[in-house]
C-alpha cells in the first residue's frame, strides 16, 4: 500500500506552525482592538507606568465566582485587564483571585481593606433572591495600599486602577484648591462626584484669601460661580497666583438666570476685568441651541393642567469638541446651564495662545442685553452658531493690575457657565461634565498620562442628528432594505440554478 507521505508531512509542519505561534504567544503580548476608544486595551500612559516599576506590585481581587450576568463579565474584564498589566509589567506585576465568601480569614482581611460585600440578584430555582458578593481589588504597592472597593464601571477600570498606582509610586500629590468665599458652592457638598474623583490624583481642599494673598499656595486653582463681588484686593492675590506660574480654571456666569421666575440679569463679580486682560472674555449673553435638553412645563388644557416636556434653547447640549485638544477630544457630550459665549474676537496679549474647546450646534443664537427666558413650545429656528462655550489659553500673561509686569509661563481655562458641575443646580452630575473638569485640572496640572485614559467609554454612540424630512426615508431605508437583499438574493441564486440547469440539458 502506497502510504500519503504528502498528508502526514502537510499534518506535521501545521503542528510545528502551531506550537511554535503558542511558544510566540508565551514570551510576546499582542492584542487587536478595534473599538474608538481602544477600552480593551491598555493605554501608553498606563503601559509606561508598569515598565517603569521599581518596586513589586499586587492586586488581590476579592471577588465572588460564578456570579450571574452581567457580573460576570466584570470579573472576566478584570482578569483581561489585569493580564494585560502582568503582560507589560512583568515579573514586576502579580495577581491573584480570592472568594472571601468561602473563608472568614479572607473575609476579615476584605473588610480590613474596606471592600464590601454588596447585594446583587440572582434567579435559582425559579425565584429571585438577594446574595451578598465580593467585587474588590486591593493594590499593593511597597508598603502602602490603595483599594477599589467594588469593581463596577468597567469604563473607568483602567482608569481607576492606573491612578492608585500613580498615587501608590509618586512622592506627592500636587494641590487642587477651589476658591471660596464669594458666593461659591461648597465642592464637597455640590460638586461631589468632582469633589472625589480629584481625590483619587491630587490633594484637593478650599482655598480662602488671607491678608491680599491665598492662604494656601495650590499647584491649581478653581474658581467655580462666584456670585458675590470679589474685593480688589482678593483679585490681585488671583493675579499674583497666575503671575507666579500658578493653573487657573474659571467656570463663570455672567448672567443670573432663573427658570422659576423667568427672569435673568447681567452678573458682575469683578473677574471680568481681570480676565479680560489675560484676553478671556465671557461675554455678557446667553446661548440658546435648538440641540439643547428638555425642561417639563405646565399647560392649561381645556381646563385642565397638564405637564408637557419642550426642548429649552437655554440648556444646550454640546457635541461638538476641539478634536486637536486632549482635554477634550474624546468627550461626548456635555449639557449647559445658561451659558455665555468666550468672545474669540477679543485681542490677545502678546504671547498668550487661545484654543477653543467646546462649542454650540451650528443651530443655535445669543441673547443680550434684554433676556427672555420663558419656555416656549416653538421658537423660530435659530442661526448665527456655532459658539464658543469654553477656551484654554496658554503662554506669559500679563497683569491685570501691573502694566509692566508679565507672568511666568501657564495654563489658563475658562468656561461661560459656572454651573455644569454643580448638581444642585443641573439635578445630577452630567457625566461628560464630570470628565471635562476633570480632564481640565489634568491638564492645567500638566497631567497629561491621565487624559489619555479618563474618557474611555463603553457607552452606545449617541445619533447625529437629522432633519425631519430624512427621517422617513432613514426609517423606511431600515425597515425595507434588509427584505430586499434577501430577495433579491433568492432571486440571483434561482437564476443561477436555472441557468445551470439549461447548460446541463
Known amino acids: 500500500m502506497k502510504r500519503d507521505w504528502t498528508s502526514r508531512t502537510s499534518l506535521v509542519l501545521v503542528g510545528l506552525i ?3 505561534v503558542n511558544l510566540i504567544g508565551v514570551t510576546l503580548f499582542f492584542r487587536l482592538d478595534l473599538t474608538d476608544d481602544h477600552v480593551y486595551s ?12 521599581e518596586d513589586p506590585v499586587t492586586f488581590k481581587a ?13 470579573l472576566r474584564f478584570l482578569r483581561d485587564k489585569l493580564d494585560d498589566y502582568r503582560a507589560y509589567g512583568g515579573r514586576m506585576v502579580q495577581y491573584e483571585f480570592v472568594d472571601p465568601g468561602s473563608d472568614e480569614e479572607l473575609r476579615k482581611e476584605a473588610e480590613r481593606y474596606g471592600i464590601p460585600p454588596v447585594q446583587i440578584q440572582v434567579v435559582e430555582n425559579d425565584n429571585l433572591q438577594i446574595k451578598n458578593a465580593y467585587m474588590g481589588l486591593s493594590i499593593r504597592y511597597g508598603e502602602n495600599t490603595e483599594v477599589i472597593p467594588v469593581v463596577q464601571d468597567l469604563s473607568t477600570l483602567e482608569y481607576d486602577i ?8 509618586r512622592d506627592r500629590a500636587p494641590l487642587v484648591g477651589f476658591l471660596e468665599g464669594h458666593g461659591e458652592p461648597v465642592p464637597e457638598r455640590d460638586m461631589p462626584g468632582l469633589w472625589h474623583g480629584l ?3 491630587y490633594d484637593v481642599r478650599t482655598v480662602a484669601v488671607a491678608d491680599s494673598a491665598l492662604a494656601v499656595k495650590p499647584d491649581v486653582l478653581l474658581i467655580v460661580a462666584p456670585t458675590d463681588s470679589i474685593p480688589e484686593a482678593h483679585l490681585r492675590a488671583i493675579d499674583d497666583f497666575l503671575m507666579n506660574g500658578g493653573k487657573l480654571a474659571v467656570l463663570l456666569n455672567r448672567v443670573d438666570a432663573n427658570l ?5 440679569r447681567e ?7 481681570v480676565l479680560g486682560a489675560y484676553g478671556a472674555v465671557v461675554s455678557p449673553n446667553l446661548v440658546m441651541d435648538q440641540q439643547s435638553s428638555s425642561i417639563s412645563v405646565q399647560r392649561n388644557l381645556g381646563g385642565f393642567l397638564i405637564h408637557q416636556a419642550v426642548e429649552y434653547p437655554f440648556f444646550p447640549i454640546a457635541t461638538r469638541f476641539n478634536p486637536e485638544h486632549q482635554m477634550v477630544n474624546r468627550l461626548r457630550e456635555m449639557a449647559f446651564f445658561y451659558v455665555s459665549a468666550i468672545d474669540t474676537s477679543a485681542a490677545l496679549p502678546e504671547g498668550v495662545r487661545r484654543e477653543a474647546l467646546v462649542f454650540s450646534s451650528p443651530r443655535s443664537a445669543t441673547q443680550e442685553g434684554f433676556f427672555f427666558i420663558q419656555p416656549m413650545p416653538q421658537r423660530a429656528p435659530l442661526t448665527g452658531g456655532p459658539y464658543v462655550l469654553a477656551a484654554a489659553f496658554s503662554g506669559s500673561f500679563p497683569s491685570a493690575f501691573d502694566a509692566n509686569r508679565t507672568g511666568l509661563p501657564t495654563r489658563l481655562v475658562v468656561a461661560g457657565d459656572g454651573d455644569l458641575v454643580n448638581a444642585s443646580v443641573m439635578g445630577q452630575e452630567v457625566p461628560g461634565n464630570v470628565a471635562f ?11 497629561d498620562a491621565l487624559l489619555a485614559i479618563r474618557s474611555k467609554t463603553i457607552a452606545p454612540r449617541q445619533l447625529e442628528f437629522v432633519s425631519e424630512k430624512a427621517r422617513p426615508f432613514i426609517k423606511y431605508a431600515n425597515l425595507l432594505t434588509p427584505p430586499l437583499l434577501v430577495l433579491l438574493f433568492g432571486l440571483i441564486r434561482w437564476r443561477m440554478r436555472k441557468n445551470r440547469r439549461i447548460v446541463l440539458a
Open 42 to 53: 491598555l493605554s501608553d500612559a498606563s503601559i509606561r507606568l508598569v515598565e517603569n516599576l
Open 18 to 20: 502551531l506550537l511554535l
Open 437 to 447: 473638569a476633570l480632564n481640565m485640572v489634568d491638564w492645567l496640572a500638566q497631567d
Open 199 to 201: 481625590q483619587r490624583n
Open 162 to 169: 492606573t491612578s492608585a498606582l500613580r498615587k501608590l509610586t
Open 62 to 74: 476579592f471577588f465572588t465566582p460564578d456570579l450571574p450576568a452581567p457580573y460576570s463579565s466584570n
Open 267 to 273: 452678573l458682575t463679580t469683578g473677574l471680568e476685568s
Open 260 to 264: 422659576q421666575t423667568a427672569q435673568a
